[in-house]
């Protein structure tokens, strides 16, 4: 349970802000057809993180515990240092042609956008400190869902009200959190 409740929140707080918000942003103000959008975002970030959650598994069972436990605390540390640096979004990810129609158009733009982003590695590394993918994968999609989804409904006028600096510092708290927790052993139940 703690790896799909820690796995929602880190990632809720890390997404807002990041480019995959900003990106849900331009879609929600282009399209004007949320359900569309909110099913395109669900699905490349169900496939994303799915992956790179086996990734993580994968890691789990091929890495060494003590080198694993250095790899993942340090990775975090990195993580909580990167939520830090607010993201822009490129114009080329926002510029895919609406002949894709609405869901495609999302579904092709947030698979890409979360091809190295910080939660698709987050997604990584708390598959690997968790060994379970699947409630880790869960706890992420859900937690991108939580940060994406309003953003499609309420658009720039959320943005606004939302002190990013506050909740970006309060997600590189909890990476930084994790990271040291995980250099200091706290994953040795887990087999690290």
Do not use: C
């Not at 909110?38 to 003590?66: C, D, F, K, R, Y």
């Not at 926002?94 to 733009?109: H, L, M, N, W």
Request: no cysteine; aromatic share 8%; glycine share 12%.
């Amino acid at each position: 349970m703690s790896a799909l409740l820690v796995s929602t929140g880190v990632i809720a707080l890390a997404e807002i802000g990041d480019k995959t918000q900003l990106l849900a942003f331009l879609l929600a103000t282009r399209f004007k057809k949320p359900i569309p959008i909110v099913l395109g975002i669900t699905a490349a970030t169900l496939i994303n993180h799915g992956l790179a959650g086996a990734v993580g598994g994968w890691i789990t069972s091929n890495v060494g515990p003590e080198i694993l436990r250095w790899v993942l605390g340090l990775g975090f540390l990195a993580m909580a240092i990167w939520t830090l640096i607010p993201d822009q979004i490129d114009d080329e990810e926002a510029g895919f042609a609406s002949r894709f129609g609405v869901f495609g158009t999302t579904f092709v733009a947030f698979f890409l956008a979360e091809m190295g982003d910080k939660t698709q590695i987050a997604t990584v590394a708390m598959s690997a400190h968790y060994a379970d993918v699947l409630s880790v994968v869960a706890g992420t999609t859900l937690g991108m869902l939580i940060a994406d989804v309003p953003a499609v409904f309420a658009g720039d006028k959320l943005a606004q009200k939302i002190p990013m600096k506050l909740v970006h510092g309060l997600a590189a708290a909890l990476f930084a959190g994790l990271g040291v927790a995980t250099l200091l052993g706290a994953g040795s139940g887990f087999g690290f």
